[in-house]
T-cell receptor
Framework: KNQVEQSPQSLIILEGKNCTLQ??????????LRWYKQDTGRGPVSLTI?????NTKSNGRYTATLDADTKQSSLHITASQLSDSASYIC???????????FGTGTSLTVIP | DVKVTQSSRYLVKRTGEKVFLECVQD?????MFWYRQDPGLGLRLIYF???????EKGDIPEGYSVSREKKERFSLILESASTNQTSMYLC???????????????????FGPGTRLTVL
């Protein structure tokens, strides 16, 4: 059973609009949660890293939130750009820091 | 900047061929990983290594082997390629799995660009 579930699977939005991607997990206890961006045909690149005690982390137009009580995280993208078109992957790391649990990703397409 | 490079971006092989995928990192990282990525399945760990000449099986090691003769290089080997090994292969590295002097585990994984392997 996948311990990290992401929704939606895919999303299409207009350029300039905001969007929110969801990540629900069952990994417990955990040490940190990460969001990666993966452009088509490329390797994932880290966007944000949050420890279990953090609630929010921003990286430019990307803002990640974490609710450890409900085991949910979200990635909010503000004023989307065409270059935001990519797959976004949520990763939860266990409390030992060495077991990584990957979500299957959300494919985002930004259209002009 | 951490740089993880993979020997090929695209590779086409025939069933039964022996395939070598090379990964090199330039940041003196202790840990290296090989994943495959398939639509709807996400990243799945094949093998990993925490030190030179050391290897551990991941979640899906069948049909694969690895070699880590030098700290910076981690090779994935398909002894006899099969069509179900057609996939995107991603290599990653991270600094360490043990806490540093400040008590932090610097385990952020840095990924290479990937190798798209097609087995005919």
């Amino acid at each position: 059973k996948n311990q990290v579930e992401q929704s939606p699977q895919s999303l299409i939005i207009l350029e300039g609009k905001n969007c929110t991607l969801q990540c629900n997990y069952t990994v417990s206890p955990f040490s940190n949660l990460r969001w990666y961006k993966q452009d088509t045909g490329r390797g994932p690149v880290s966007l944000t890293i949050m420890t279990f005690s953090e609630n929010t982390k921003s990286n430019g137009r990307y803002t990640a939130t974490l609710d450890a009580d409900t085991k949910q995280s979200s990635l909010h993208i503000t004023a989307s750009q065409l270059s935001d078109s990519a797959s976004y992957i949520c990763v939860v790391i266990d409390d030992g820091g060495n077991q990584f649990y990957f979500g299957t990703g959300t494919s985002l397409t930004v259209i002009p | 900047d951490v740089k993880v490079t993979q020997s090929s971006r695209y590779l086409v092989k025939r069933t039964g061929e022996k395939v070598f995928l090379e990964c090199v990192q330039d940041m003196d990282h202790e840990n290296m990983f090989w994943y495959r990525q398939d639509p709807g399945l996400g990243l799945r760990l094949i093998y990993f290594s925490y030190d030179v000449k050391m290897k551990e099986k991941g979640d899906i090691p069948e049909g694969y082997s690895v070699s880590r003769e030098k700290k910076e290089r981690f090779s994935l080997i398909l002894e006899s390629a099969s069509t179900n090994q057609t996939s995107m292969y991603l290599c990653a590295s991270s600094f360490s799995r043990v806490p540093d002097a400040a008590g932090l585990i610097r385990n952020e994984q840095f990924f290479g660009p990937g190798t798209r392997l097609t087995v005919l």
